[in-house]
């Protein structure tokens, strides 16, 4: 009989594609292209298993009518990332997509920066997810891989974690493969930690061709959400093309 790990590792590792800077080049020219509708279309052709979309405060790049047009035209789930407000829980309540992942959202930054700080605001947040839940949403919580973090994410009835990869990714680039390596063994701790709670596993931020295997190769990690460098990589081979190979890559690395 097959050990729990490799049954786990047999498991299809899904991948997430996440949209939002497509929408980021056609609001950079006010224009209504490149348009994020057709490009979930291109990437559930390509193999992706789930959209994802983070509808901003700001609207930075996914708007209101992206999410609604997004839910009609594809049939794989769709994951709405978004912050814990009344206007975004409204949202949520609205069309209830298939998943919510609950990310930190600060107007001045970039991108998401960190996890969530589920431990320090759990009384709040479980109060705002438990309509989500009744609502039939699975609720995702992105954090770093902290056990605090994972176990009040579990407290406040999260089904799923997401774990922040971005330290990973950003210490291999920067050449620090110490730290790097040690951030991978804190995540691949983690996703067992969170495992063995009953809660489902996920991974994203700032993977790439590079840095997805080690990540992808984690037993206990169901899914991978990845975007910016999806959506860079099409500039020089096509949406299809770089999904194809994003997805061969973790096929690989599952199968090692």
Do not use: W
């Not at 930075?60 to 206007?87: G, K, V």
């Not at 989500?132 to 994410?153: E, H, N, P």
């Not at 050449?175 to 596993?201: P, T």
């Not at 590079?210 to 949406?239: C, K, W, Y």
Request: aromatic share 4%.
């Amino acid at each position: 009989m097959l050990c729990d790990k490799q049954k786990v590792l047999e498991m299809r590792q899904r991948l997430g594609v996440n949209i939002d800077h497509v929408a980021t080049v056609r609001n950079a020219r006010g224009s209504q292209y490149p348009d994020p509708t057709e490009a979930a279309i291109l990437a559930e052709r390509a193999g992706a298993d789930g959209i994802t979309a983070h509808l901003r405060e700001d609207r930075r790049h996914i708007r209101d009518e992206d999410i609604e047009r997004i839910s009609d035209a594809i049939s794989i789930p769709l994951n709405f990332e978004m912050a814990a407000t009344a206007e975004m829980q409204a949202i949520a309540l609205r069309h209830r997509p298939h998943a919510v992942c609950i990310v930190p959202e600060r107007r001045e930054e970039r991108t998401t920066e960190g996890g969530l700080n589920v431990a320090g605001d759990d009384n709040r947040l479980a109060r705002f997810v438990a309509p989500l839940i009744d609502a039939g949403c699975r609720v995702s919580m992105f954090i770093a891989a902290d056990s605090d973090q994972i176990a009040a994410s579990h407290r406040i009835g999260a089904q799923v974690v997401e774990l922040h990869t971005g330290a990973y990714c950003d210490f291999h680039y920067e050449g620090d493969f110490e730290k790097r390596d040690a951030e991978l063994v804190r995540i691949r701790e983690m996703a067992a930690y969170a495992h063995s709670l009953g809660l489902e596993v996920h991974a994203g931020h700032g993977l790439t061709y590079d840095t997805v295997a080690p990540i992808a190769g984690i037993p206990e990690i169901r899914e991978l959400n990845i975007g910016h460098f999806l959506i860079s990589q099409a500039i020089f081979v096509g949406l299809e093309n770089a999904i194809t190979e994003m997805r061969r890559m973790m096929n690989e690395a599952r199968s090692e």
